[in-house]
């Protein structure tokens, strides 16, 4: 795979501290490593300001403003004029991330349901697309979307691993999928099935980093600069040449966020 082919990685968090000590070296290896944009994803407003001004600082980073659904019992109303605020910057793409996980429950369902229905109202008032986190609350998950989809924007499912079945239920909503770094894990089989469903224009990259580091980085922090294996491992599921496979999830990302990118052009 060419050096010099671009790569987007649609979600990372270069906010969190895994990242204070090496920051300036973590962007530019990801810069040598072909990738031309990042997605900082927002965790709560002060994590969603901070990706925004990384975004101000380092050209090819962008963000999104969101509050995760570990934190939804720290939500306040007030909350959300802050988030409003933050998401009319000019370098946020998105709202995001946002959702349900109930599989660790740090926060209660009803606190959680509550900040995924008006941060999905958030977005479809300002015309952005959304990207959500969805952990053990499939059934709830697509049950809310449903009822927002006529106002809401494009829907990216971040990080998913997930069957045939939901893959089938989100296409339905019209959602575009983020891959992870698990992708490349041995036991990725109900990933890898999925996979055969989804049209290959719904298909984005991610690494989620500092988290899920693919084969052969498994058990280090993350980086952007890892996303070219969970690239390869993609190009070899779908059985597509890693060219191509770079070049179409980069131009899907690209057109997702709305992404000022004007060099995506068919390799020679």
């Known amino acids: 795979m060419p050096r010099t082919l671009p790569l987007i990685d649609a979600h990372c968090h270069l906010f969190l501290p895994d990242y204070a000590a090496d920051l300036e070296p973590t962007i ?8 031309i944009a990042i997605v900082n994803a927002g965790l709560d407003a002060a994590s969603s300001s901070l990706a925004l001004d990384l975004a101000d600082q380092y050209a090819g980073l962008f963000a999104t403003v969101g509050w995760h659904p570990h934190e939804a019992d720290q939500y306040l109303d007030k909350n959300l004029l802050e988030l409003e605020s933050l998401a009319k910057r000019a370098k946020n793409v998105a709202i ?7 599989y660790r429950q740090n926060s209660s369902k009803e606190a959680q349901v509550k900040v995924f229905n008006q941060l999905l109202a958030l977005a479809a008032s300002l015309k952005l697309p959304v990207v959500i986190h ?22 990216l499912m971040h990080c998913f691993t997930g069957t045939v079945t939901e893959a089938e239920a989100y296409l339905a909503l019209d959602c575009h999928f983020s891959i992870p770094g698990v992708l490349s894990f041995p036991k990725a089989h109900d990933l890898k099935k999925a996979l055969s469903v989804i049209p290959k224009e719904r298909l984005l990259i991610e690494t989620d980093a500092p ?4 084969v052969p980085h498994r058990g280090r922090r993350n980086e952007p600069a890892f996303l070219s294996s969970t690239l390869l491992a993609l190009a070899e599921t779908i059985d597509l040449e890693p060219t191509k496979t770079a070049l179409l999830t980069t ?18």
């Open 28 to 35: 530019s290896r990801a810069k040598a490593a072909g990738v």
């Open 211 to 214: 988290y899920l580091a693919p």
């Open 251 to 268: 131009q899907n990302a690209s057109r997702f966020f709305n992404l000022p990118l004007d060099d995506l052009k068919e390799p020679s």
């Open 134 to 155: 969805s952990r053990a609350a499939f059934k709830e998950t697509t049950a809310i979307l449903k009822a927002h989809r006529k106002t809401l924007g494009p829907i």
């Open 96 to 102: 995001g991330e946002i959702g349900l996980d109930f």
